[in-house]
């Protein structure tokens, strides 16, 4: 069998540099600021795009995203890792993809935002960052205690292939601008981050790139967390340190990096907030087995489990705006708190029933 160059140390740093120097990249060609690659967000303005919600500024189908499924799927075919599976919890994992959503959201970004925030200079991501390792730690408590959703059973072939097939659709829809009634949708924004894009052509070259490269290195901002509190393995932050470092010197060249905390594009300040909306989303992320990135990669190559923690990602944007749950660079919003709290609800309940041992 040849040897997976990118399952290395060495090949997992190439990835990370990699994923940092394109999302600066396409954060120069027209992608929102501090904003090149954030798949929350992403899956916020493709939600928005087909009118589950009405915030008009996030409203665009995100290239990116159907590049990092596709990516996976055509390499995992080549590799011979496409293995079609599911029904591990099925219905906890897509609400865990929502809260973990919701969290994500009050925070303004995923795991990979919050590095790339950093790496623009935006001193808020820090606090995002310590409420994701502290959300990590909480879930790796119940990994420890016999947390496990069950396993997951192989499914006919072409099960898998319905997601990425999805994924042709909404490229479709944004190829060819369709637009099923006056108006919309599809709905395009005509103003804030939604209307802020890289040539759709890059973007999309750029997600195939990034989901080919994710699939054969495992890459993972939460697994890497996990992995160094769970068994002292630093493998997969080497990856995401090479990720901060790429982006860091890619911003600095390209004149992006702008360092403060107030300011900042996309963000606010409301510390408390930014820590424990991110420590909601780590904690999910822990219970559902990856970071939002590591998700659409294993939806590439087949896993229905994962395909469906996403669809949960995406109920759970279109729940956070049509609810009032969002934040914006106001704050956050008045029922964020209610949100977030049921979300710890929700992921602790989980958490302690879900477990092959009861003994804690």
């Known amino acids: 069998m040849r040897e997976n160059f990118f399952a290395s140390r060495s090949g997992i740093v190439v990835v990370g540099v ?5 999302a600066a990249w396409l954060q ?23 009118g589950f919600h009405r ?18 799927f055509f390499v995992s075919l080549l590799a011979g890792d496409y293995r079609p599976r599911g029904g591990s919890g099925t219905l906890i994992r897509f609400f865990l993809g929502m809260f973990a959503m919701i969290g994500a959201l009050v925070f303004l970004g995923c795991p990979w935002r919050a590095l790339l925030r950093l790496a ?34 192989p499914q006919h072939r072409a099960s898998g292939w319905v997601f990425p097939a999805l994924m042709v659709v909404l490229l479709f829809l944004l190829v060819f601008r369709v637009s099923f009634s006056p108006g919309g949708p599809i709905f395009f ?15 999309l070259a750029a997600g ?17 967390i996990r992995d160094v509190i769970l068994i002292r393995d630093f493998h997969l932050l080497s990856g995401v340190g090479a990720l901060v470092a790429g982006a860091l010197i890619m911003n600095i060249v390209l004149g992006q990096f702008k360092p403060g905390f107030t300011g900042q594009p996309v963000a606010h300040d409301n510390q408390l907030w930014n820590f424990l909306g991110m420590a909601l989303a780590g904690l999910a992320f822990v219970l559902a087995g990856g970071c939002p990135g590591r998700q659409l990669f294993l939806s590439g190559e087949g896993d229905m489990d994962a395909a469906i923690f996403v669809l949960g990602m995406m109920v759970g944007a279109a729940v956070a705006h ?31 029933t879900q477990r092959e041992r009861l003994n804690l």
Do not use: W
């Open 322 to 352: 049509n609810l009032n749950f969002a934040s914006s660079p106001v704050g956050i919003a008045p029922f964020a708190p209610i949100a977030v709290l049921a979300g710890f609800v929700f992921c602790f309940v989980v958490g302690l």
């Open 189 to 203: 924004s005509e103003k804030g981050p939604g209307s802020q894009h890289a040539p759709l052509l890059v973007s």
């Open 208 to 224: 195939v790139i990034i989901g080919g490269l994710a699939q054969r290195s495992r890459f993972c901002t939460m697994g890497a």
């Open 28 to 50: 120069y060609l027209g992608n929102p600021a501090n904003m090149g690659i954030c798949v929350a967000c992403m899956e916020r303005d493709i939600v928005g795009a087909l």
């Open 120 to 153: 623009g200079g935006d001193g808020n991501a820090i606090f995002g960052l310590l409420g994701l390792i502290a959300g990590v730690f909480l879930g790796v408590q119940f990994l420890k205690r016999g947390y496990n959703l069950g396993r997951s059973y």
């Open 55 to 72: 915030a008009s500024v996030a409203q665009y189908l995100r290239p990116e995203i159907m590049g990092f499924v596709l990516g996976s």
């Open 18 to 22: 990699i994923i940092g120097i394109s």
